[in-house]
């Protein structure tokens, strides 16, 4: 039982360059999200699925485009990097008891 | 709009000098109160969930309690390895959205 994997763990990307960033959960979880956490900031909400073949904005979601590939899977792309994506991204999935959160990708813009 | 505050923004006690932490929300149709534990390049694990007011939980050193606009994290005797970032966060609608606090750096001397 993994929980919550998160792939790569670190990643550099110049300005106008793509990548997707991929989560998958094994705890059955219907509920999944994209955060980033930069300091003085918290963690700050992207987007989230609430089932599979849902999505929804959070808190911060332009730049960012999302696809909840299966029940285990959602993904997170960049398709035009900027400075200001730079952060450490994390993912998370819920029952009502709690969100259970993923190691993060580290991601560098310059 | 949701809001969770938390207080102070870092607090350094020596080994054994109990004190608390404090988190003041603002959600709308709360369903929950959680507390998470972060360790520097990790990511959040979850603690407790609180649901309703005057609700306890315990676990080793640590006592979350809820009332109806803050929730406090008591820790009893701390040992250098309680040192991390304590996150609050906020639970509204069917779907547990959370509105995250920006956190408590707490460090624990020996």
């Known amino acids: 039982n993994a929980g919550v994997t998160q792939t790569p763990k670190f990643q550099v990307l110049k300005t106008g360059q793509s990548m997707t960033l991929q989560c998958a959960q094994d705890m059955n979880h219907n509920s999944m999200y994209w955060y980033r956490q930069d300091p003085g900031m918290g963690l700050r909400l992207i987007y989230y699925s609430a089932s599979e073949g849902t999505t929804d904005k959070g808190e911060v979601p332009n730049g960012y485009n999302v696809s909840r590939l299966n029940k285990r899977e959602f993904s997170l792309r960049l398709e035009s990097a900027a400075p200001s994506q730079t952060s450490v991204y994390f993912c998370a999935s819920s029952e009502p008891l709690g969100q259970y959160f993923g190691p993060g990708t580290r991601l560098t813009v310059t | 709009e949701d809001q969770v505050t938390q207080s102070p923004e870092a607090l350094r006690l020596q080994e054994g000098e109990s004190s608390s932490l404090n988190c003041s929300y603002t959600?709308?149709?709360?369903?929950?109160l959680f507390w998470y534990r972060q360790d520097p390049g990790k990511g959040p694990e979850f603690l407790f969930t609180l649901y309703s007011a005057g609700e306890e939980k315990e676990k080793e050193r640590l006592k979350a309690t809820l009332t109806k606009k803050e929730s406090f994290l008591h820790i009893t005797a701390p040992k250098p390895e309680d040192s991390a970032t304590y996150l609050c966060?906020?639970?509204?609608?069917?779907?547990?959205?959370?509105?995250f606090g920006k956190g408590t750096l707490l460090t624990v001397n020996p």
């Open positions: 959600v709308s149709g709360l369903r929950g």
């Open positions: 966060a906020g639970g509204g609608g069917s779907n547990y959205k959370l509105t």
